[in-house]
């Protein structure tokens, strides 16, 4: 569908527009919204560190990306171990803006849906919260959203300890079949940010078939250091790595893009140690182009992780006995002008993309729909997935790209190298593929071989990255698969 835009100088002219941009947005929606909801269910120890609450406001602009199944609130430490108050009082600050962030993207719940599915865990922390007798309302929500009728796999985020998660799992162990286990422990997808108590080992351990994302360990053995999570903004304090641009997670961009906007920026508290720690176990569920769910090692905003078993380290809480999706290293060009290497690299590569959406979707909360950006819809002129031959030429196209402002767009196609099974790099000079035309509509690529190493088969995963010229700058990816055959 070629979608039609009005460039915004003529939303400059003081004409009745309302039908037309009306009619202009629901074209928009259904191109830009019209891939399936992951299932979302947030587990959350919030009322501690207030990097929890940053993350749920975030998660509030977001949030008609997903199908937000619950929003339970789990135990910290200190004197009220639960406090689903907090929760509470971000939605209905969302709600204050939701009509307005409907204004610029459909498919927003309203804020009773939300204020609905907030619930709680056992105040008992770790493992001491887990079996007979330790129902929580949050497991039990927890059990019924992975029993519904839905064909979809629910999305578990773990941005504290995941003992509600594992009281779930101990209740339909003990009350179920082994069949009806492995059916529910099927529908489940893990993202957990580190381990903050010992219910994720003894979970890992215990349902051996889980799909479970999680760099192992506890910030007290210095796990956090280790994260891959811990680059959303960890530079400076537990994360402790260069290449990244630090300006963009500041306070002081925070104030400008975040707090000084409306009711729900309002909410928004300064961070203590690092911005948003949990965010990136929601970031990979975006539909922005770029992430594919069932395929961790592919990377997007959430960062990329690879299944094996990881070696045990100090800060475990106890060695892995199982394949997990965990940490793995990408090779990126970093703001400093050096190439950096590493797990964090796979995360904080994409830094300016996720910032600048996100401020852009603070101005969604506040301002009308010709007074803000938005971003571009890219359009493949072939398919995502193409069959090449070693010496073949590939080409690439998206000639039917639009930016819903009329805004111009930059051109990106770049190997994602790391993401692929086909290694092509050139050591030498940090390029990794040689793309004809890599900033224009249309480019190509040459499945070359070399004297060094075999022509080889595999995948190989070109990125096209399109970013708008309004403000602030908005990217939305594709992705193609050239599958590299004899």
Avoid at 232 to 238: N, V
Avoid at 249 to 254: A, G, I, R, Y
Avoid at 381 to 394: R, S
Wanted: glycine residues 8%; proline residues 7%; hydrophobic residues 35%.
């Amino acid at each position: 569908m070629k979608i039609p835009f009005l460039p915004k100088c003529f939303f400059a002219k003081k004409f009745a527009l309302k039908n037309y941009l009306t009619i202009l947005f629901a074209l928009i929606a259904v191109t830009v919204v019209a891939q399936e909801k992951n299932r979302l269910i947030i587990l959350t120890d919030i009322g501690g560190d207030p990097d929890d609450q940053m993350s749920m406001v975030r998660l509030m602009t977001y949030a008609n990306h997903f199908d937000i199944e619950g929003l339970i609130a789990t135990p910290h430490s200190g004197e009220d171990p639960v406090e689903p108050e907090y929760i509470e009082n971000i939605v209905k600050a969302y709600g204050k803006v939701r009509d307005n962030l409907a204004i610029h993207e459909p498919g927003y719940p309203s804020e009773a849906y939300l204020l609905e599915r907030i619930s709680e865990g056992h105040e008992l922390d770790g493992m001491d919260g887990v079996g007979e007798g330790k129902d929580s309302p949050g497991a039990n929500l927890l059990i019924k959203a992975v029993d519904q009728e839905d064909e979809r796999p629910l999305w578990v985020a773990v941005w504290g300890g995941p003992n509600v998660l594992a009281q779930a799992l101990w209740k339909v162990r003990e009350t179920r079949s082994p069949e009806e286990l492995a059916k529910f422990v099927s529908k489940l997808r893990v993202y957990a940010i580190s381990d903050q108590d010992n219910s994720g080992p003894w979970i890992r351990k215990q349902f051996p078939d889980l799909f479970y994302i999680v760099t192992p360990g506890v910030n007290a053995g210095g796990g956090f250091h280790h994260a891959t999570w811990i680059a959303i903004g960890g530079d400076k304090f537990h994360g402790r790595f260069d290449g990244a641009d630090f300006s963009l997670v500041t306070n002081e961009w925070l104030d400008k893009n975040v707090r000084r906007k409306g009711p729900l920026g309002a909410i928004y508290p300064h961070w203590k140690f690092m911005m948003e720690g949990d965010t990136p176990s929601f970031f990979y569920l975006i539909n922005n182009g770029l992430s594919s769910p069932e395929h961790p090692d592919w990377g997007g905003w959430g960062g990329r992780y690879e299944l094996y078993t990881p070696k045990m380290e100090k800060w475990f809480l106890e060695p892995e006995t199982r394949p997990i999706w965990t940490n793995v290293q990408d090779e990126v060009l970093g703001f400093d002008g050096e190439w950096h290497t590493s797990n964090h690299a796979t995360i904080w590569r994409w830094r300016s993309e996720y910032q600048n959406d996100f401020s852009a979707r603070m101005d969604w909360t506040i301002k009308p729909y010709d007074e803000a950006n938005h971003p571009p819809v890219i359009k493949l002129d072939h398919p995502e997935y193409i069959i090449a031959k070693p010496g073949e030429q590939v080409e690439l196209s998206a000639t039917n790209t639009t930016d819903p402002d009329g805004d111009a767009v930059s051109y990106e196609w770049f190997c994602y190298e790391e993401a692929g099974t086909r290694a092509m790099s050139n050591s030498s000079t940090g390029v990794k593929h040689d793309i004809q035309n890599f900033d224009q509509p249309k480019a190509s690529l040459k499945v070359k071989t070399s004297r060094v190493m075999p022509p080889g088969t595999g995948t190989m995963h070109i990125i096209l990255a399109v970013t708008d010229h309004g403000k602030p700058r908005l990217t939305r990816y594709k992705r193609v698969i050239i599958d590299v055959k004899p």
